[in-house]
């Protein structure tokens, strides 16, 4: 690496190991803070481009093609979130051995080649059944040439976007927050440059919408691949470094299929939630989309901070650092509290104002406004259930951030499916936010609980270490 490589690399680090903790707050999260909100107004302006075209069915048919998205954030997620983790608690615990740092090479190209493997048999498998696909996920027939269109081109690019979806995780795993921030939003500008090609000019469709995304994401691949060789130190994306060995896939999967799960429940959760509210019309699903688009604003910063906190959180652990992590975890939890009311304020007083951007037809006024204000008590739970869950994740606690992974999806459903029955429509739009404030209780809960376990782990900065450690502990 050059000079300024490394000058580069130890900064980073400088604010995972001992910068004071609002600056390196600050430098993790501020920029994936913003990273989330360009890419969440870009959705709300590539609704728009959508609904340009004044067909409700468009926008129905994007709506219905979210859990594919869904599906390729579970593959990366698996392989990102777990190596990631992994990675940090690597760095940390090689300040106390240097040779710990030996394994990162091999963590790194295993989630980057599992990643694109796994992603490219989904796509393979996923076209061959397009059409069943498309009517599982609950396009009615008006939908169904839009949804197959949008759908079928996303699946093409899954092994791209599972890759840039991990890559993105893996360089923030060494702090290198900035560089996330400018990957993701050099994506984000590039998709919006395709969507007006795609969409405006050359009038693809819903098809256009889903190639800009593919082929945006593909700018972030290259982009992450090409930093990660040129400035880290231990990261390595070569195949001749990808291992099977259960030292490597066991902690990664550990961690990482809590985001499998999460995702998969997302999905399951998506259809259901598809399939009963399209029996109310295309035009609350459509709104129903640009409201979850609206309240994406606040809630992606939110998702800044306890994504960005991470690997400060990782990297505490792996060191044996107990007064950091506490910090850490305090400091990411005023700025949740604070950032989730005061926007939830913001966007509930003006949620009129801006649903009228997207939606002209009054009539989908009245039922927007009230998804947008379930959306926005959901944020509200959902941002301190998401540190609550990087927590563990940084840790490397398994059981309890698949249970947290999984608790939405498992209450959901019954919840969703029994509200329809009894509230209708209005039971369908806050049936999420009744579940969300249930897996928020269930994550403090289980956290107390695993308190002792993570303080005799940081000792060693491994998770299978603290058990062993309570284990041998008297009663």
Known sequence: MSTTSSDTVRSDRWYLSSAPIVRALVHLCVPMAAAMIVGAVYNVVNAGFIGSLHDATLLAAVTFGAPILGLIMAVGGVFGAGGSSLISRLLGASENDPREADKIKHVS?????????????????????LHPLVAVLGANAAAVPATSAFVGVELAFVPVLAAAFCLEQLVRAEGASRQVMIGLIASTVGNLVFDVLFILVLHWGVAGAALSIGLSNLITVAYFAFWLTRHSEHVSLAPRWFTLSPAVMKPVFGVGIGELLQSAFLIVTSLVLN????????????AMGVAVRIAQVPEF??????????????????????????SSMRGAGVAVGAITLLFAVVVFVFRDQVFTAFVSNPAYLAVGATILTAQLVS????????LITSMFQATGRALPATIMSITQGVLFIPIVILANLWFGLDGIIWALTVSE?????AGIVMWAASRRSIAAGLAEGSPERADAMLEEQPA
């Open 275 to 286: 399939n009963l509210a399209v029996h109310y019309g295309d035009g609350p699903l459509a």
């Open 437 to 441: 404030g249930l897996v928020l209780v």
């Open 109 to 129: 190209s295993f989630s980057l080649w599992g990643a694109v493997i796994v992603g490219a048999v989904i796509a393979v498998v996923g076209l061959l059944l």
């Open 379 to 386: 944020m509200v739970f959902n941002g301190f259930t998401g």
């Open 301 to 326: 910063l939110v998702m800044g901070i306890t994504i960005g906190v991470l690997p400060l959180l990782a990297y505490s652990f792996g060191k044996g650092d107990a007064a950091r992590l506490r």
